[in-house]
Every structure is written in C-alpha cells, then in structure tokens.
C-alpha cells in the first residue's frame, strides 16, 4: 500500500470519527462569536501584538485556519482541537502554516527562488476532496523580532512562509486542509527544523509541508453573514 493511499486513508478515519463527535454535540448551542477574528501564533512567544496575531502579520482580515493556539479567539472549542482551527458556516477562510525559518538570508532566499507552487487539498479523500494550486504569488517573507523570547534562539531569523488565498466557506462539519510544495531544487533551513515543523529540508519536486499537527478543523453552524 502505497503513502498516498495510507494517507488518504488515515484522513477518511479521522474526518468519520471527529464528524461523529461532532454529531453528538448538535443539539448544544452556540453563542454567537464576535465578528472580529485573529490567530494568536502558539509558535512564538514575545514580540509585538502585530507579530502574534497572524492576521495582522499576514493582513488577513478572513478567518485563519492554522495549527492550535490558547484559547483565546472567539469561537469556543470545538472536537477538533483549540483556536485557530474553527470556522463558522457562510464564511470565507484563509490556511496558515508554521514559517519556514532559516539561519541566514542566503537560505532564505534559496527557498523563495526554488519555490515553484504550493497545493492546498482540502478534505483528502472524501467525496469532496479539491485542490487549489498558487504560485510563488503566495509567499510572504520577512524576519523574526527581535523581542521574541520563545523559542530560544529565533529572535531575528529570517523566515518565509506560504499563506493560501481566500477559500471560499465550508459547509459545517470537520474538515482537513494538506499543504504540498512543489521545488525547483532541494532546499534546507540551515539551523534545522523550524518551530512547527517536522523537517529541515524540502526536496526537489512535490512534498508535503512539514507541518508536526496537521489535525482536522471544525466549521460550526452559527448565524453569519460573510464579510
């Protein structure tokens, strides 16, 4: 059995179990959640209220869907896991992923010149499953503050990092978004793996973003008119 096909698999699983759980909860009611939405990083602690909100630092005003963060966005806790990985029904969200944080410039700038498109799936291996492929258009970059403290050692690394285009809503129910890369040649951080991340260096061709958890998100049925 190939990875592919484990992969998708082991995403049909996951979204069966976490829709059931869901399913328990329908008949609870949701308050209302604010029309302000923001992302605080859990990656990095310190720094400016404009670097731990993800949607200032990359002027996102829709919904982000990222990796966990503390319990301090709007929405309460869905089954699928804390912050950052709830949506509400009728509205429009953008993927998120940990930076790609190097020791220098120079390997910086190698992954923005070898970086070809990025892939967002979204529900692998359901009857709903589509892709969204983007080119280098996608990339943000930049360099870590100096007044983070946390992680040790990041304070003014250089980082980049893909942030998907706006997608448009999801019906209510659990949901999984993959990120692929696609590389003209094979790129490493120069410091190993950056927070968040799996792997300190991407090859040649197609892989998947080195995301650590990657887990499912929630959409909530809630009363919203997108903005």
């Known amino acids: 059995m190939t990875n592919a096909v484990l992969r998708t698999a082991r995403a049909a699983a996951i979204l069966t179990t976490l829709a059931a759980s869901l399913g328990l909860m329908a008949g609870t009611a949701q308050a209302a959640p604010s029309r302000e939405r923001f992302c605080i990083s859990p990656i990095f602690t310190g720094g400016s209220e404009q670097w731990r909100d993800l ?5 996102v005003r829709q919904r982000i869907i ?8 709007d929405i309460a806790d869905p089954p699928g896991g804390p ?12 993927r998120a992923v ?3 944080l190097t020791a220098t410039a120079t390997e910086q700038a190698a992954f923005i010149t070898n970086f070809t498109s990025a892939r967002y799936v979204i529900d692998a291996g359901t009857v709903g499953e589509r892709s969204v492929t983007v080119g280098p258009e996608v990339l943000q970059s930049g360099t870590v503050p100096l007044d983070v403290v946390l ?11 893909p942030v ?15 990120l692929f890369v696609t590389m003209a040649a094979r790129v490493c ?11 300190d260096c991407l090859e040649a061709g197609e892989s998947e973003y080195p ?11 809630a009363p919203y008119a997108n903005r």
């Open 55 to 59: 949607n200032q630092r990359y002027d």
């Open 164 to 178: 998907s285009p706006v997608f448009r809503p999801l019906h209510p129910g659990v949901h999984t978004s993959t």
């Open 189 to 199: 951080t120069g410091r190993g793996p950056a927070p968040g991340l799996s792997a």
């Open 211 to 221: 995301i650590t958890d990657n887990g499912p998100f929630t959409v909530l049925a």
């Open 98 to 100: 940990p930076p790609w």
């Open 83 to 94: 912050g950052c990985r709830t949506a509400l029904a009728g509205e429009k969200w953008v």
């Open 66 to 73: 990222g990796p966990p963060a503390p319990a301090t966005d």
């Open 151 to 161: 992680p040790v050692g990041t304070a003014g690394l250089p980082y980049v990092v």
